[in-house]
């Protein structure tokens, strides 16, 4: 065999993107001894979601996006049980990022991480109040003792002064909390770099994995090279899909009766990209602000400073799109279509009569001219010229559907395991790349939870994740929030920027 295809390994990860290089390094610095796989369609790692011009690269901690906050309750507050969830998730991976920094795995943390201001910005007296509750909730909690209110125009204006230039008068608010821009795409290269000069591991890339199917304690693996046309088997006791969009028809070809009867909901999506200098410089935050009533769970337009490919940029959007492709890289138009089963015909036909008018929002988005995006751009940046901005693909979010949510369409992650817990995926896309060091923590805990049996195992798992057994939300843990947020701060070299 290949050098770069294992004879036995103990578990297989289908895909390089974030979410198989953060379990496969965990794996490995759990376990030394693993036999560890992984099989990557594309000739270059990380091509798909994880790929830094196809996600907005923000490090998700509830600072900044709305959608973590529901409505006020009955009593007047906001409720910030989400926020607190996500926030802790994200304190996970800057751990876990910071101590791969620290053992030497993913080299100099200033490549793929910097600190960011993260912004929210409204407008209108409904917004302005809302904004001004949920601050008040959230300054409550240790986690966003940092974060500063203000609706006062003129410091606005200093904290994004492109967003507050030619504005009409009316009521503004923003808030604005000390956050991260992360390149998940180089960050995965990075953590599969050192994967593969482990010993006992490989990287197939440049491997499509066709089908698994089960065997007697075992899974059997069908793998066509991209290149050759060339067909190989492997087998396996335990299998990650991490395979993004292109996890439901590998899940599919299992056979599991768990599977039947999930569908997928693919939505694209775009960017506008502005590279001229003067305006970048101007522009050291992510200013985040409300979701399109329309369709609130396709994403909340923000205007983001990018620095990618060693040069800075601005991003705006995203604004979603119409397609039936899967994958944006090596999917097919015939993606969604071949995605149907006899299984799956009514949740799909169900989600087709719930959702008729995210599609027709989803073409019409994707087909807008582009002095129509402009118009949406202004309204985070008055004075933007149309001839400073050039359209992007940005990656595709497959979304899942399920018998149980009769034809809902589901927005947020999930680990999908089997019940016998021999095979997980992930399924879903947000918040994503940002809580994948928990996902993977949640696929050892669900599946292989004898890597965690030990006292030795749950020390290196400290090391990895100092407080992966503790509950930092909890006020009695605010010292040790503190302790442990600084230390990983440090060692990303994370200055505040707020
Ligand atoms: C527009 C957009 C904006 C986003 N913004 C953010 C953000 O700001 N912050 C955030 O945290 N998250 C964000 N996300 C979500 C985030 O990008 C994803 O959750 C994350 O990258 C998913 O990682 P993954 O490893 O599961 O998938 P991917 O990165 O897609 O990796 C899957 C890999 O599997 C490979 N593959 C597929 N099928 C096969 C097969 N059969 N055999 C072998 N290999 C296969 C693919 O080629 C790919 O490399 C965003 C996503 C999108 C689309």
């Not at 030394?32 to 992984?38: D, G």
């Not at 015909?345 to 002095?371: D, K, P």
């Amino acid at each position: 065999m290949d050098a770069c295809i294992l004879e036995a390994p103990d578990i297989v990860l289908v895909g390089s993107g974030i979410m198989s290089a953060t379990l496969a390094v965990m794996l490995k610095r759990l376990d030394p001894r693993l036999r560890i796989q992984m099989v990557e369609i594309t000739s270059e790692l990380a091509q798909e979601a994880s790929n830094g011009w196809n996600n907005a690269g923000t490090g998700h901690a509830a600072l900044c996006e709305l959608s973590y906050t529901p409505e006020r309750d009955s009593s007047g507050k906001v409720p910030i049980t989400r926020a607190l969830h996500i926030f802790e998730q994200f304190e996970h991976s800057k751990q876990f990022w910071g101590s791969a920094t620290a053992a030497g795995v993913v080299g100099d943390p200033a490549d793929f991480i910097h600190a960011v201001a993260h912004i929210c910005f409204v407008t209108g007296r409904q917004d302005v109040d809302f904004l001004h509750a949920r601050h008040a909730a959230m300054k409550e909690h240790h986690f966003f003792r940092g974060m500063t209110h203000t609706t006062d125009p003129s410091v606005i204006q200093q904290w994004m002064p492109l967003v507050m230039e030619g504005r009409e008068p009316g009521p503004v608010a923003a808030t604005t909390g000390a956050g991260t821009e992360v390149n998940f795409g180089l960050l995965a290269r990075r953590l599969c770099g050192w994967l593969a000069q482990q010993e006992h591991c490989g990287i197939a890339a440049g491997w499509k994995v066709t089908r698994l199917q089960r065997g007697a304690g075992e899974w059997h693996l069908t793998m066509q090279c991209q290149a050759t046309g060339e067909t190989r088997s492997q087998r396996a006791k335990f299998v990650f899909v991490g395979a993004g969009g292109g996890s439901l028809p590998l899940l599919q070809s299992t056979g599991l009766a768990e599977v039947a009867g999930l569908g997928a909901f693919p939505v694209g999506g775009q960017w506008l990209v502005c590279d001229e200098p003067s305006v970048c410089s101007r522009h050291n935050a992510k200013v985040y602000g409300v979701a399109d009533p329309a369709a609130p769970h396709v994403g909340t337009p923000h205007l983001d400073q990018r620095r990618l490919d060693g040069r800075c940029q601005l991003l705006f959007g995203p604004f979603a799109s119409w397609t039936t492709r899967f994958l944006k890289q090596t999917g097919r138009w015939s993606d969604l279509p071949l995605s149907v089963r006899v299984s799956n015909l009514t949740t799909l036909l169900r989600a087709g009569v719930h959702n008729h008018s995210l599609v027709r929002y989803l073409v019409t988005q994707g087909l807008q001219s582009m002095e129509a995006r402009m118009k949406s751009v202004r309204h985070y940046y008055p004075k933007a010229r149309t001839a400073d901005w050039r359209l992007e693909q940005a990656g595709i979010r497959v979304q899942t559907i399920k018998k149980a949510d009769r034809g809902a369409v589901y927005f947020g992650t999930e680990v999908f395991s089997s019940s016998d817990r021999s095979v997980a995926a992930l399924l879903g896309a947000s918040p994503g790349a940002s809580v994948s060091v928990n996902i993977a923590l949640e696929v050892i805990k669900t599946c292989l939870p004898h890597l965690l049996g030990s006292a030795e195992s749950q020390a290196r798992m400290r090391q990895m994740i100092p407080t992966f057994d503790h509950d930092l939300k909890q006020a009695s843990n605010a010292a040790l929030f503190e302790k442990t947020s600084r230390e990983a701060m440090e060692r990303l070299h994370l200055q505040p920027n707020t």
